[in-house]
C-alpha cells in the first residue's frame, strides 16, 4: 500500500452541473458498503514504522559489523603428537617441514613451529580445526584450494600459491589480521567462511555460497552470487569496473563504493548499508533488494541509476532526510491520458525510494532512454517523503568516520535540532493516498485518506493514469510500549457496489461507539457515511442486520439526465448535542446543511419503517466551495471560497499555489444555520484552492487557517486580532489544520511542517531549552490535520507522507 500527497488536499471536486436554486432537497438514499476490511496484526503490522524503537520497518539501527577473532585456545594438556592419520582428538606440530594431513572425526590440530608447510590432503569436513599459533610461520599449499577444515591463523601466512585463495567445500579461514595482497583473486565457494579481523586489499573477490566479514573490503572487481553473507565493518571499495550482485544473501556494510564502475543488483535477499552508495552507473534490477539505508545516508550516482521495477528500491530509516543523486534517472514510464496529446511521463513508482528522501536528477528517462518527465502525480515513497528536483537542496553532513563526505551548500540546511520525539507512523499503502484527518478517542486515532494526484472530481473520470481513485479509513493505537499500532484498515475500492468512495473527514461519535466519514463517491456526489465499531473500537460487523461495513447517504440530489451528482465533495461534518437531540452540521464543498441524528439507530437514514426517515434541513448553497465548520453553544462558523475552482477552470493540482481565489468567513446563530447568518466578511484570496483550511471557533474568538497566507484570529464582528505568516522557505507550506490545546494552537502548515503557537499572540513558542516547538522535517510532504491528545501525544495527518505521532520536548 503506497502513502503519497503534495502540499494540498482533494477536499473539493470540481463543480461541473450544480442544481439551480438556494435549497435544492437532499437525496433520499441509503445504502449499505461492503468494503475491504483488513484486520490481520501481520499485515497491518507492515503498515507502521515505529521511529522509538530506534529502526524502522524501512530500515535498521547501527549494529556490529565486521570480525573480531576469538581469542587463541589454550593447547590441550592431553594433545597428541603430530599424526599425518588423524582421527579425533587433539594433535600439536611444532618441527620444521612440509606435511600432508589427513584430518577425520572432529579432530583439532595447534601448529607452533617456524618453517612448516601444510597440505590438506583429505579432510572430512568442519568442524576439524587447524588453529595457528602465535610466533609460528606456517604456509598453505593451496594450489587446489582449501577444504574442509577451519583455520584460525593467530600469526601471518603465506601461500604456496600467491595470486589465488580459494576455499571451495564447507572450509573456513578465519585471520587475526588484514590480507594486503593485490595479486589475489579471492574464490569462497559451497558453505566456506573468510573471517578477517582487519582490513582486505586484493586483486578480486567471487563470493558464491558462504559468509565473509572483515573491516573492510577494497577490490578492483568483485562478484556476488549465490547465497552470502557479507559483514563489513567500514566499506567495501571496488576500484574497477564492476561489482555485480546476484545473491539470495545478505550485504551489511556503512559504505559501498564503485567510483569508476557499475553497481549491478540484479537481485539481493537484504542490503543494509548505511550512509553511503557511491557509483558511477548503478543497476537495481528485477528482484533487486530492499537497499536499508540509515537517515542522513548518500547516494550518489554520477552516471545512470537505472531503476526499472516498481516496489525495489532504497529505504531510508529515521527522521532526517537522506538524498539521491544521479545524472540520469532511468525508470518505468507510462502514458499520462490527462494531457493532450498524451505524453509519457514518470508518475508511479512506489517502493523505489522509501523515508524521507530528496532526489536530484540531472535528467530523467524511461526503461528505453528516451527523454521523459515527472508527472504531477508522482508517487516514489511508502512510509516518508520523496522530494522531487529542484524543491530544495538537502544538506548531507560528513559521517564521524570519513566514510561518508558530506554534500550540498550547508548554508540552506536548518540544521538546528528541533524538541521533537516522533514515536512512529503509517507506512507502506497499496495506492497514491494521502492521509486527511484525524480524530482521537484515548489512545486510538482514526484516520481518513482519499485519492492523491491529479483528477476531475466527483463525477468525472477519477483515474490517472490507470490508477483509480479510493480512500481509506484507518484505526491506529498507542500501545503501552509507547509504539503505534495500526488495529484495522478498511478501503472501499472501485469494484464495491456503488463505486470507488474517497474521504475527506473523519469523526468519532463516542454514543453510537461509530466514524461518520465526510467524502464523496461518483455517482452520489458528496457524502457522509457511519462505520459501526466493535466494543474496541475497530471494524466488524457489529449486529445480525447490517453484514455491511458503512452506510452511506448522499448530501445532494442528482443533477442531470444521467441522473449523476456532478462534483461536490463532503468536506467536514460535526455533531450538535442540544436539548437531547443531536443534529449534523456538514459542509460540502457546494454548500451547507443539517440533519437530525438518530442515535439510537446504525442507520443514518433508516431503510424500514421501524426507524423513520430523520428530518432533513435545507441544503443551502454557496456561491464558491465550502471548506470548514466549527460550532460552539451559540454559533456555527464556515471558511470558503466565495468563486468555484471549476468557474475559472482550474485544474485540480495539489501544488498549484499561483491561483488564489477570494474568500469569506461567516458567522451564524447556532440556530439559524445555514439560512440566515450575522456577520460575514472577506478575507484575502489564498491558495492552494485544494487545501484543507480548518476553521475553530474559542470563546468569542475565530481561528483560521489561510492557505499560502498562514493563520488568522478574528473576532464575531470580523476585526482581525492576530496573524501567524507561514514560513515561506519550502514550496508548498500552507496553514492546513490547526487544534486549539490549553494555551496552546497547533499548525498543521503543510510543507512547512507543524507549529506550536502561542494561541494569544501566534508567536512559535519555545521549549524549556529556548528551541522552537516545531517539526519541519518531513521534506514537502503536506501536514493536513493535527490533533493532540492529553498525554501531550501529537497526532498528524501528513499527507502522503501517512499519520505521523509525536511529541514535542521541554513544554
Known amino acids: 500500500m503506497a502513502?503519497?500527497?503534495?502540499?494540498?488536499?482533494?477536499?473539493?471536486?470540481?463543480?461541473?452541473?450544480?442544481?439551480?436554486?438556494p435549497d435544492a432537497p437532499a437525496i433520499e438514499a441509503s445504502n449499505g458498503v461492503k468494503g475491504n476490511i483488513v484486520t490481520d496484526p501481520t499485515a497491518l503490522g507492515a503498515i507502521i514504522n515505529n521511529y522509538s524503537l530506534g529502526?524502522?520497518?524501512?530500515?535498521?539501527?547501527?549494529?556490529?559489523?565486521?570480525?573480531?577473532?576469538?581469542?587463541?585456545?589454550?593447547?590441550?594438556?592431553?594433545?597428541?603428537?603430530?599424526?599425518q592419520n588423524m582421527n579425533g582428538g587433539s594433535y600439536k606440530l611444532e618441527a620444521a617441514g612440509e606435511y600432508g594431513l589427513n584430518m577425520n572425526n572432529q579432530s583439532s590440530l595447534y601448529i607452533t613451529g617456524k618453517g612448516i608447510t601444510i597440505n590438506i590432503s583429505t579432510s572430512n569436513g568442519k568442524p576439524n580445526k587447524i588453529y595457528i599459533m602465535e610466533g609460528s610461520e606456517v604456509t598453505?599449499?593451496?594450489?587446489?584450494?582449501?577444504?574442509?577444515?577451519?583455520?584460525?591463523?593467530?600469526?601471518?601466512?603465506?601461500?604456496?600459491?600467491?595470486?589465488?585463495?580459494?576455499?571451495?567445500?564447507?572450509?573456513?579461514?578465519?585471520?587475526?589480521?588484514?590480507?594486503?595482497?593485490?595479486?589475489?583473486?579471492?574464490?569462497l565457494d559451497n558453505k566456506t567462511a573468510l573471517n578477517v579481523d582487519g582490513d582486505v586489499n586484493v586483486k578480486s573477490i567471487k563470493l558464491m555460497n558462504g559468509d565473509f566479514a572483515a573491516n573492510s573490503l577494497t577490490v578492483e572487481n568483485a562478484e556476488i552470487v549465490n547465497d552470502?553473507?557479507?559483514?563489513?565493518?567500514?566499506?567495501?571499495?571496488?576500484?574497477g569496473d564492476r561489482l555485480s550482485i546476484n545473491s539470495n544473501g545478505s550485504i551489511a556494510t556503512k559504505c559501498l563504493e564503485v567510483p569508476n564502475g557499475l553497481?549491478?543488483?540484479?537481485?539481493?535477499?537484504?542490503?543494509?548499508i548505511d550512509s553511503y552508495i557511491v557509483a558511477k552507473d548503478m543497476n537495481v534490477l528485477a528482484g533487486g533488494a530492499a537497499i536499508s539505508m540509515q537517515e542522513q545516508s548518500l547516494v550518489d550516482i554520477t552516471g545512470t541509476l537505472f531503476m526499472p521495477n516498481k516496489k525495489t528500491g532504497f529505504i531510508f530509516a529515521g527522521n532526517e532526510s537522506s538524498k539521491v543523486k544521479a545524472g540520469t534517472f532511468k525508470a518505468q514510464a507510462q502514458l499520462n491520458n490527462n494531457l493532450n496529446p498524451p505524453v509519457r511521463t514518470i508518475d508511479d513508482l512506489p517502493g523505489l525510494f522509501n523515508g524521507n528522501v530528496g532526489l536530484k536528477f540531472s535528467s530523467v528517462m524511461d526503461n528505453d532512454g528516451n527523454p521523459v518527465a515527472f508527472g504531477k502525480d508522482v508517487t516514489f515513497t511508502n512510509g516518508g517523503t520523496t522530494i522531487l528536483e529542484g524543491d530544495e537542496d538537502i544538506y548531507i553532513p560528513a559521517d564521524n568516520d570519513g566514510c561518508r563526505p558530506s554534500d550540498g551548500d550547508k548554508g540552506k540546511d536548518d540544521d538546528e535540532p528541533e524538541p521533537v520525539i516522533v514515536i512512529g507512523g503509517t507506512d507502506a499503502h497499496t495506492h497514491p493516498?494521502?492521509?486527511?484527518?484525524?480524530?482521537?478517542?484515548?489512545k486510538q486515532a482514526f484516520v481518513s485518506w482519499h485519492k492523491r494526484g491529479t483528477g476531475t472530481g466527483s463525477g468525472?473520470?477519477?483515474?490517472?493514469?490507470?490508477?483509480?481513485?479510493?480512500?481509506?479509513?484507518?484505526?491506529?493505537?498507542?500501545?503501552?510500549?509507547?509504539?503505534?499500532?495500526?488495529?484495522?484498515?478498511?478501503?472501499?475500492?472501485?469494484?464495491?457496489?456503488?463505486?470507488?468512495?474517497?474521504?475527506?473527514?473523519?469523526?468519532?461519535?463516542?454514543?453510537?461507539?461509530?466514524?461518520?466519514?465526510?467524502?464523496?463517491?461518483?455517482?452520489?456526489?458528496?457524502?457522509?457515511?457511519?462505520?459501526?465499531?466493535d466494543p474496541t473500537h475497530n471494524f466488524g460487523n457489529v449486529t445480525n442486520n447490517w453484514a455491511g461495513d458503512m452506510l452511506v447517504r448522499s448530501l445532494l440530489q442528482p443533477a442531470g439526465d444521467n441522473q449523476k451528482a456532478q462534483g461536490i465533495s463532503g468536506n467536514s461534518v460535526v455533531i450538535r448535542e442540544n436539548a437531547g437531540k443531536r443534529t449534523l452540521y456538514m459542509a460540502t464543498a457546494g454548500g451547507y446543511q443539517t440533519m437530525e441524528y438518530d442515535t439510537d439507530s446504525i442507520l443514518i437514514i433508516p431503510a424500514d419503517k421501524q426507524h423513520p426517515t430523520p428530518n432533513v434541513g435545507t441544503y443551502s448553497l454557496t456561491g464558491g466551495s465550502a471548506k470548514h465548520i466549527a460550532i460552539n453553544d451559540r454559533h456555527a462558523v464556515t471558511i470558503e471560497y466565495t468563486q468555484r475552482p471549476g468557474?475559472?477552470?482550474?485544474?485540480?493540482?495539489?501544488?498549484?499555489?499561483?491561483?488564489?481565489?477570494?474568500?469569506?468567513?461567516?458567522?451564524?446563530?447556532?440556530?439559524?444555520?445555514?439560512?440566515?447568518?450575522?456577520?460575514?466578511?472577506?478575507?484575502?484570496?489564498?491558495?492552494?484552492?485544494?487545501?484543507?483550511?480548518?476553521?475553530?471557533?474559542?470563546?468569542?474568538?475565530?481561528?483560521?487557517?489561510?492557505?499560502?497566507?498562514?493563520?488568522?484570529?478574528?473576532?464575531?464582528?470580523?476585526?482581525?486580532k492576530a496573524r501567524w505568516d507561514i514560513p515561506k522557505a519550502k514550496k508548498g507550506a500552507a496553514a492546513n489544520g490547526l487544534c486549539i490545546k490549553g494555551g496552546n494552537l497547533y499548525v498543521a502548515a503543510g510543507a512547512a511542517g507543524v507549529y506550536v503557537l502561542d494561541k494569544a499572540t501566534l508567536a512559535v513558542k519555545k521549549n524549556n531549552a529556548g528551541a522552537d516547538l516545531k517539526y519541519t522535517k518531513q521534506g514537502n510532504a503536506s501536514a493536513n490535520y493535527v490533533k493532540v491528545a492529553d498525554d501531550g501525544t501529537v497526532y498528524v495527518a501528513y499527507g502522503r507522507a501517512g499519520v505521523k505521532a509525536l511529541r514535542f520536548t521541554g513544554m
Open 228 to 239: 552470502f553473507s557479507i559483514n563489513v565493518a567500514q566499506y567495501i571499495k571496488v576500484t
Open 55 to 83: 529502526a524502522t520497518n524501512g530500515g535498521r539501527a547501527s549494529e556490529a559489523r565486521g570480525f573480531e577473532m576469538p581469542a587463541a585456545p589454550a593447547i590441550p594438556a592431553d594433545a597428541k603428537e603430530f599424526d
Open 263 to 272: 553497481l549491478d543488483v540484479q537481485n539481493c535477499g537484504e542490503m543494509i
Open 3 to 21: 502513502l503519497a500527497a503534495m502540499t494540498g488536499c482533494k477536499d473539493d471536486g470540481i463543480d461541473q452541473e450544480n442544481p439551480e436554486g
Open 140 to 187: 598453505i599449499n593451496n594450489e587446489w584450494g582449501i577444504k574442509g577444515v577451519e583455520i584460525y591463523a593467530y600469526a601471518p601466512l603465506t601461500y604456496t600459491k600467491t595470486d589465488a585463495l580459494n576455499l571451495t567445500e564447507e572450509a573456513a579461514l578465519y585471520i587475526d589480521r588484514g590480507i594486503d595482497n593485490k595479486d589475489f583473486a579471492v574464490s
Open 460 to 533: 468525472s473520470n477519477h483515474e490517472h493514469d490507470g490508477i483509480p481513485y479510493w480512500g481509506c479509513i484507518e484505526v491506529i493505537e498507542l500501545t503501552p510500549a509507547d509504539t503505534l499500532a495500526v488495529t484495522s484498515y478498511m478501503e472501499l475500492k472501485p469494484e464495491t457496489a456503488g463505486g470507488a468512495y474517497d474521504f475527506n473527514h473523519v469523526i468519532f461519535d463516542a454514543k453510537t461507539n461509530s466514524l461518520l466519514a465526510m467524502g464523496d463517491n461518483d455517482a452520489k456526489g458528496a457524502i457522509i457515511g457511519k462505520i459501526m465499531l
Open 647 to 720: 468557474d475559472i477552470e482550474v485544474e485540480y493540482d495539489e501544488d498549484d499555489f499561483t491561483t488564489a481565489l477570494p474568500a469569506a468567513i461567516t458567522v451564524w446563530s447556532i440556530d439559524n444555520f445555514p439560512t440566515a447568518y450575522e456577520t460575514r466578511w472577506d478575507i484575502p484570496a489564498f491558495a492552494p484552492v485544494y487545501g484543507k483550511n480548518v476553521i475553530a471557533i474559542d470563546g468569542d474568538l475565530i481561528y483560521s487557517c489561510q492557505g499560502n497566507n498562514g493563520v488568522a484570529v478574528y473576532d464575531l464582528q470580523g476585526n482581525e
Open 433 to 442: 493516498i494521502s492521509a486527511t484527518c484525524v480524530d482521537l478517542t484515548g
